[in-house]
């Protein structure tokens, strides 16, 4: 049996919560899959689960009380003042995926943002993490923004789940909002967040044009 808690609740912390996503995620990037966590300090994600009032469940087994998984929910507001919930930090013991772990830490942060107020779900996952993304879209996510960052050494996929229907929650918006930034992130920057050459040419000339106070 699985006993799903709040961080709190346990006798774990978020170094080891940390350590267990690592883990997790090191097998993976056997695999060529990579995620941030891995280069992040527990310090570094400790911080942003507090600045943004997060919460951490961990999924337990009840018997012996270790860590069968875990995933962390963040609360936002975007540039409208919506209020918005942040999935980051999923990860389950591979020994037992498959078992319907995911779906508990998942249905359970949702129900936590519904109990919010939130009106969506953003979460993202690596470009080349198939199982990942198919999850995502399964549980009715929808893709909806692609990007690169600084320190990695892949391109992400944004994906939005709305919980109060939107125009910007819509199969067509987030189709042409996903396109439009996944051909903007690959003509100006490299998986590790660096200029391409077309893109490193557009900073130049725009830098330019401020210096000479054309805009």
Same mark, same amino acid.
């Given at each position: 049996?699985?006993?799903?808690?709040?961080?709190?609740?346990?006798?774990?912390?978020?170094?080891?919560?940390?350590?267990?996503?690592?883990?997790?995620?090191?097998?993976?990037?056997?695999?060529?899959?990579?995620?941030?966590?891995?280069?992040?300090?527990?310090?570094?994600?400790?911080?942003?689960?507090?600045?943004?009032?997060?919460?951490?469940?961990?999924?337990?087994?009840?018997?012996?009380?270790?860590?069968?998984?875990?995933?962390?929910?963040?609360?936002?507001?975007?540039?409208?003042?919506?209020?918005?919930?942040?999935?980051?930090?999923?990860?389950?013991?591979?020994?037992?995926?498959?078992?319907?772990?995911?779906?508990?830490?998942?249905? %359970? %942060?949702?129900?936590?943002?519904?109990?919010?107020?939130?009106?969506?779900?953003?979460?993202?996952?690596?470009?080349?993490?198939?199982?990942?993304?198919?999850?995502?879209?399964?549980?009715?996510?929808?893709?909806?923004?692609?990007?690169?960052?600084?320190?990695?050494?892949?391109?992400?996929?944004?994906?939005?789940?709305?919980?109060?229907?939107?125009?910007?929650?819509?199969?067509?918006?987030?189709?042409?909002?996903?396109?439009?930034?996944?051909?903007?992130?690959?003509?100006?920057?490299?998986?590790?967040?660096?200029?391409?050459?077309?893109?490193?040419?557009?900073?130049?000339?725009?830098?330019?044009? %401020?210096?000479?106070?054309?805009?």
């Amino acid at each position: 049996m699985v006993q799903l808690k709040e961080l709190p609740e346990t006798p774990y912390t978020i170094d080891d919560v940390h350590e267990f996503i690592k883990n997790v995620y090191e097998k993976r990037a056997d695999a060529g899959i990579h995620f941030q966590a891995l280069s992040k300090s527990t310090e570094t994600i400790e911080h942003r689960i507090m600045d943004n009032h997060g919460i951490v469940f961990v999924a337990l087994d009840e018997r012996t009380k270790e860590i069968l998984g875990t995933g962390t929910i963040l609360f936002h507001f975007d540039e409208r003042q919506i209020p918005y919930a942040g999935f980051i930090l999923a990860a389950v013991r591979p020994d037992v995926q498959g078992q319907g772990i995911g779906n508990l830490l998942r249905q %359970r %942060r949702e129900q936590c943002a519904i109990e919010h107020g939130c009106h969506y779900i953003i979460s993202s996952t690596a470009s080349n993490a198939e199982s990942s993304i198919q999850y995502h879209l399964k549980n009715g996510a929808k893709k909806y923004g692609f990007s690169s960052s600084k320190n990695s050494d892949y391109y992400s996929i944004y994906f939005r789940k709305e919980l109060v229907g939107s125009f910007k929650g819509s199969s067509l918006y987030c189709f042409v909002r996903y396109q439009l930034t996944k051909t903007k992130t690959k003509l100006l920057f490299r998986e590790d967040g660096n200029y391409t050459k077309f893109g490193s040419f557009c900073f130049n000339i725009i830098k330019k044009l %401020r210096k000479n106070h054309c805009f």
